[in-house]
């Protein structure tokens, strides 16, 4: 994905993407006219460069530029090799709706904590990232997820702390950086930490940043609860409607609005392993902290 | 909230610089927290959080722009 920082319109960023000579994935982000930017993505996708350069060159809206405009010049710069394409935050949408799930975090290569977590009676397991640890079998825990099938986001640990194994890296590297799935009617992300921001490919104005940046930099993990009716306000923005997320190896549950936040600390705590159990029932969203004695 | 800093009259915003801060953005929250503002929307005056969490009517703005900038 190519993110081009725009000169004198109102979107501050256009994203797009090229497949050999064919645009894919246009966004203007961050202002302006959503509707029209809209339309434009629309009536560009999939499109040869060759028909689509002539279209968007030299168009004037304002500061002897426009959104057509910006983007072929970003277009330009992108053939030209001057603009550099950034690895995409990978996003996994899970297929399914589910009813009942566990979300564990800070597997630190524990396999006995991952099989305990595994045996739950729950339709899914998600794991929220660091599956590997500085002290874990992290080959061990890797094959366990591999022949499982659990889905899981990327901490810190998993892109630092690579596996012995080669097709054990390349499997965490290949890991999304975020989870959305379902619950009932409630629309639930999960991610690991504000880590994400770092990253090249990362924009403000990218699907979840909001959410990210609510939860790690507005709020410090919930720890600063002095800007709660900010965060409260800026929920209504939000895409989804429950936001889990690690990093902090604290346990807490906020509703904030119309909106739960979940802080989901270590799989294992002292003796006893520990996850966030989430269902749907009458229509709502329950949720409750469940332990497991060793 | 940038509208109604739109709205005051030119003699004020001759004036005035104004800067509008997008809360969706990392620069917009670091400037929220360095303001050590509360809640949305606020309105500060020389790095001094003068409004909070509501758009004030603009004689009130006025009045608190003239206080400090005009003689």
Known sequence: MYIYKTKGICPPEIHFQLAGNILTGVRFVGGGCRGNAQLISRLLEGRELSEVLPLLKGIQCRNDTSCPDQLFQAIQLAREGKLREEEPITVYEAPASYQRVAVIAEVNGNVEALRVALRQPVEAVFCLGNLTGPAGDNDGVVELVRREKLVFVQGPFDRTLPCTKPENREFLRRAPLYLRFQLGRCRVLGFYSGFIQELSGFSDYAPYSLELLMVSNLSDYLRNESVFSALEAMTEQFSVDLVLFASTNEWKHVRLGKVDFINVGPLKEGGQFKYVLLEWAGEELQVSFETVKA | ?71
């Open chain 2, 1 to 71: 909230m940038a509208e109604a800093v739109k709205a005051l009259p030119q003699e004020i915003r001759d004036i005035i610089e104004v800067h509008e801060w997008d809360m969706r953005t990392r620069e917009g929250i670091k400037r929220f927290l360095e303001l050590k503002a509360k809640s949305l929307p606020s309105i500060a005056l020389d790095n001094e959080l003068v409004f909070e969490a509501v758009i004030p009517p603009q004689e009130d703005l006025i009045a608190a722009i003239k206080a400090r900038y005009t003689g």
